[in-house]
């Protein structure tokens, strides 16, 4: 039988990998790390979370929610372990991130069908069927392989990683306990939040402006550093002007002091971090000052005068590839049909958009694997929707993507016409068709 190999052992790979194994097809998963490590990985497990331990949205009848729900309905491995592994988070699925790369990697170990080898690859096997989910740290060897094969320059941005606080050291005085509009899954307060007055937001405002911050460990990078608009470091959204924190990461919105009966001028969330909540992440809080500098100015926000970082927020660069221009729906290489690429090298931005390309990339190989031709998922579906983006974008100005509810087809023109005063009611209604599109019989037999 043709062999099938998976590089990188990520969202998307560890995902295929599952998908492979669920259709009865033997498969040999391959991790660099603990041989060679990244820059932002802490560890060898499987399917690491390195930036935020957010899943984003669980509320109904968003485009967060529906890729989750599709996933959930089609069997996703990882859906299933973020589960296992869930940690209270406001309105979002937020996970333990060391206890879910723990089940993940051990579903992985005790399925016989998967072969999990502990190596670098640099290059595409030339025997059998190849999923390059080498992720966004793909080492320099195996970028060269990729580029050599597509015959193109490969695409870049850079994506930062928020700081995580040791709970004991918030000033609990000050940081007070709960959700945006009292909303959360199960009715509890969620997140700390530590809430400034005008003259603190602007003190600290004019610090991080000062803040010295990491040059470019690619010198040729410095000048206009291309970073994903979705994931912007505060100090650069800080920069397009004094109030943009308060209307991004630092809303106060639907807040309320405990101590002053009143909003605050502005707020820094705090979102638990693991089971035992000895930890938390400062929400939207991505950046690349120096260590030092992240440690005085972070201890400027009110509650952390006193806070030890038990990691701070870094920046590492990201491998994409111009998909629109080399893959088709089935995320197969147009040049050579028995490559495909799943996870964010291959143009989405997001964990769950990674777990998604890992699904889908593991049917198609099946797919090929049994000499049929894969079938791409209907447009309709979240799922269609983000295959779609990555094979028809405008390859001249190619950006990873989130799922969004532009990326999914209009509704039809009298639908639009009826529910053109209600938008939840047009939510739901693209997430209704998308659900009720799904070939869940045929992808599960």
């Known amino acids: ?73 089609l069997g996703s491995l990882l859906l299933e372990c973020a589960q296992v592994a869930r940690v209270p988070g406001g309105q979002a699925l937020t996970v333990d991130r060391v206890g879910f790369a723990a089940e993940v990697t051990r579903r992985i170990e005790n399925e016989p069908l998967i072969t999990l080898r502990r190596e670098e690859l640099t290059r595409i096997p030339e025997d059998g069927i190849t999923i390059v989910a080498s992720g966004p740290l793909t080492s320099g060897d195996l970028a060269e392989e990729i580029g050599r094969l597509t015959g193109s320059d490969r695409l870049y941005f850079y994506d930062s990683i928020s700081p995580i606080v040791d709970a004991d050291t918030v000033d609990r005085n000050i940081a007070f306990a709960a959700s945006r ?77 405990p101590r002053t009966g009143y909003r605050p001028y502005a707020v820094v969330q705090l979102r638990q971090e693991n089971a035992r909540a000895d930890s938390y992440n400062l929400v939207g809080f991505q950046n690349h000052l120096r260590f030092g500098e992240q440690k005085r100015i972070l201890r400027m926000i009110p509650g ?114 009826k529910l053109r005063h209600d938008k939840p009611a047009r939510h739901a209604e693209v997430c209704r068709r998308a659900l009720t599109s799904l070939p869940v019989a045929q992808l599960i037999d």
């Not at 700390?192 to 402006?209: G, I, S, T, V, W």
């Not at 893959?327 to 777990?355: C, D, H, M």
């Open 181 to 257: 509009y009292g909303k959360s899954i199960d009715g509890t307060d969620d997140y700390l939040n530590c809430p400034f007055n005008k003259e603190q937001y602007e003190a600290f405002l004019d610090a991080l402006l000062g803040g010295a911050a990491v040059p470019a460990h690619i010198p040729a990078d410095a000048p206009g550093t291309p970073f994903f608009e979705a994931c912007l470091p505060i100090e650069v959204l800080a920069r397009r002007g004094r109030e943009t924190l308060r209307f991004g990461p630092m809303k106060p919105m639907g807040l309320s002091d």
């Open 1 to 73: 039988m043709t062999p099938l190999h998976i590089i990188g052992a990520g969202l998307a790979g560890t995902e295929a990998a599952w998908q492979l194994a669920r259709q009865g097809l033997r498969c040999t998963l391959y991790e660099m790390r603990p041989v060679r490590m990244t820059d932002a990985h802490q560890t060898d497990r499987l399917a690491e979370l390195v930036c935020s331990n957010s899943l984003k949205s669980e509320t109904e009848n968003t485009a967060p929610w529906l890729l989750k729900e599709e996933l959930r309905q």
């Open 304 to 417: 952390l005068e006193n806070a030890e970082f038990l990691r701070y927020g870094q920046i590492h660069r990201n491998t994409y590839i111009n998909g629109p221009t080399l893959l088709n729906r089935t995320l197969q290489l147009k040049a050579n049909p028995r490559v495909l690429f799943a996870g964010q090298i291959s143009g989405v931005e997001g964990y769950v958009e990674s777990i998604a390309t890992g699904f889908l990339a593991g049917q198609f190989a099946g797919a090929v694997q049994r000499n049929e031709t894969p079938v791409a998922m209907p447009r309709e579906t979240a799922l269609g929707s983000l295959a779609h983006y990555i094979a028809h974008a405008d390859p001249r100005n190619y950006q990873p993507a989130n799922i969004t509810f532009d990326l999914l087809p209009q509704l039809d023109e009298p639908t639009r016409h």
